[in-house]
């Protein structure tokens, strides 16, 4: 196996994921991600390119329910709580909607897999997210990262 970095992880995540929800492994997925990752399918379509988590999505599973977690406090809660296979948010959204328990833990609870993207990123932020961190209990629970330790090969 090759370990694969850069916008290559996006799109093997979403493959996997892809795997996961057609062969019901899974029914709900948490993905966490630095601000500028989340991809603006509009400006995608305008380019004919795909940036971002959104737009991959968007490109390799269209048929896939997802919520974005933006916006106010109440807009946020709202799409905590919509029914949707995938819910993203970034890095710092996801620890203050901890914090402040828009994200009740129940919540967080439910989910069957939480992806972390530049999981470096989010240890490097604080004590407060590495003690998050230990609160996934999900059944499949993985990170990613651009920073390229060694590679595997199998």
Request: hydrophobic share 40%; proline share 1%.
């Amino acid at each position: 196996m090759l370990f694969r970095s850069g916008l290559n992880k996006i799109k093997d995540s979403i493959a996997a994921l892809k795997f996961l929800f057609q062969n019901r492994i899974i029914s709900s997925t948490l993905i966490v991600l630095p601000v500028g990752f989340l991809g603006h399918s509009e400006k995608a379509k305008q380019l004919g390119v795909s940036l971002g988590w959104i737009g991959n999505l968007e490109k390799y599973y269209s048929d896939i329910s997802y919520s974005v977690i933006s916006g106010k406090d109440d807009e946020r809660l709202d799409a905590w709580n919509k029914s949707a296979l995938v819910h993203i948010v970034d890095h710092k959204t996801f620890l203050n909607d901890h914090n402040s328990n828009i994200l009740e833990e129940q919540r967080l609870a439910n989910f069957d897999c939480v992806i972390i993207d530049e999981v470096q990123e989010l240890l490097n932020n604080s004590d407060k997210s590495k003690s998050v961190l230990k609160e996934i209990n999900s059944n499949i629970f993985w990170t990613l990262s651009s920073i390229e330790i060694g590679r595997a090969h199998v």
